[in-house]
């Protein structure tokens, strides 16, 4: 069974007002994103050994081999935008009472995340990302990845939240403000509903 494009779970204009245009949307998911998951197929479809596996199988199995480099990062790329498009939302930025309670236990305050996130996603050099996640402690805490790796792979823990720092994510919108593309983020994007449920979840 081939990989396919998610749909999003908003209209291409509906970030618009809260920072990301619809072009950008429209490069992002309809280009960008689509290659990775048409590279991939195509990986697949060589590769006895990735046949019937599942994406976070393939994840798990390709990261760290030199020989499937560009396997991982196809795939790598597809699990973390899915995520991605799930952490954004037109009505985004609130965070809810169960989040906002374990953020203050394990950051001090939710400034406190915020302020740590920034600074994850701005000391990623080059492309990246940045991530909150559940810990294997149970504690929350920000980390960050190059290219397509993520916390799946290197076993850091529950992913809650991703934010995509490659330049083709904000630059139509902020140039190469990649502080204040982070800042609206947080702000005003994060879906914290989705990190919340994602916390229960787990």
């Known amino acids: 069974m081939a ?15 809260r920072g990301m245009c619809q072009e950008t949307l429209e ?10 998951v048409t590279a991939l197929n195509g990986f697949v479809e060589k590769d006895d050994a990735l046949k019937g596996k599942s994406l976070e199988e393939i994840v798990t199995f390709a990261y ?6 560009p396997v991982f990062n196809n795939a790598g790329q597809h699990w973390n935008h899915i995520l991605f498009w799930q952490n954004l939302s037109p009505k985004g930025g609130a965070v809810p009472g169960a989040l906002e309670t374990k953020l203050n236990a394990d950051f001090g305050s939710v400034q406190a995340f915020k302020d740590a996130f920034k600074a994850a996603a701005i000391g990623q050099f080059g492309s990246g990302w940045a991530w909150l996640v559940l810990g294997k402690d149970g504690k929350l805490k920000v980390t960050k990845t190059p290219n397509g790796s993520n916390p799946l792979a290197t076993g850091e ?15 139509l919108d902020f140039r190469n403000r990649r502080p204040d593309y982070t800042q609206n983020f947080l702000d005003k994007l994060a879906n914290y509903e989705f990190a919340e ?6």
């Open 3 to 17: 990989f396919e494009l998610p749909q999003l779970p908003f209209s291409q204009n509906a970030l618009a007002e």
């Open 27 to 36: 490069l992002h998911h309809g280009k960008h994103h689509q290659a990775y």
């Open 64 to 69: 760290g081999k030199d020989n499937l480099a």
């Open 157 to 171: 823990g529950k992913v809650l939240l991703g934010l995509d720092v490659w330049e083709h994510s904000y630059y």
């Open 197 to 202: 449920a994602q916390l229960k979840a787990a």
